[in-house]
C-alpha cells in the first residue's frame, strides 16, 4: 500500500476531549452521531473537510485523557487512513486498536513534515515518504492490520469465530 495523502498536523498532548467533546459523550454513541463533532474545539474545520484516506500528524502522548471510544471510532469511521504521532496515551492506543484505527510511532517523521509536503504511507515495507525523504518505523503486526482491515476487534474476532466453524 502506497499512497499520497492529505494531511492534518496538531501539536503535542492533544486529549480525547479534543478529538471528540466530552459533553456528546453521553449524547452521540454512533458513528454518524460522533462525525460532525470531531475536534470541533481543536479544529472546526476538520469535520466538514477531512476525506477517506486523510492521515493525522501529532506530538507526543496523543489521545491522553478519558477512555471513551468515541474519538477512535470517529477518527476510523471519517477514513483517517493513519494517525502519525511522536507517542500515544495507552488507553487511547488500546481504543484504537479497538476500532481498527491505525496508529504508528514515527517522531521523526513528525518533525520533517512541512504544510504542503507530500507524505506518503507504506505499510509493507515500514515507511513513510516525506517530500521525498524516507523515515522508518517497524513493520506492524499482522494481527494488528488484520484488525484493520476486518474494521475493529469485533469484526476480526467474529470472523475468526466463523473461520472455526
Not at 41 to 63: E, H, M, Q
Not at 70 to 83: E, F, W
Not at 140 to 158: D, N
Request: net charge negative; hydrophobic share 35%; with cysteine.
Amino acid at each position: 500500500m502506497s499512497e499520497t495523502n492529505r494531511v492534518w498536523k496538531y501539536g503535542n498532548d492533544i486529549n480525547t476531549d479534543m478529538l471528540f467533546p466530552g459533553k456528546y459523550t453521553y449524547t452521540c454513541s454512533t458513528a454518524d452521531e460522533i462525525i460532525p463533532h470531531l475536534l470541533e474545539d481543536l479544529d472546526p474545520d476538520f469535520a466538514n473537510n477531512v476525506k477517506s484516506g486523510d492521515l493525522i500528524l501529532a506530538g507526543k502522548n496523543f489521545g491522553c485523557g478519558s477512555s471513551r471510544e468515541q474519538p477512535a471510532l470517529g477518527l476510523r469511521a471519517v477514513g483517517i487512513d493513519a494517525v502519525i504521532a511522536k507517542s500515544y496515551a495507552r488507553i487511547f492506543y488500546r481504543a484504537a486498536i479497538n476500532q481498527g484505527l491505525l496508529l504508528i510511532e514515527c517522531p521523526q517523521a513528525v518533525d520533517a513534515y512541512r504544510e504542503g509536503d507530500d507524505v506518503e504511507l507504506n505499510l509493507d515495507q515500514g515507511e513513510i515518504i516525506i517530500a521525498g525523504k524516507t523515515y522508518t518505523f517497524p513493520t506492524l503486526p499482522e494481527e494488528i492490520l488484520a484488525i484493520r482491515e476486518a474494521g475493529g476487534l469485533l469484526e476480526y474476532t467474529r470472523k475468526k469465530l466463523e473461520q472455526k466453524k
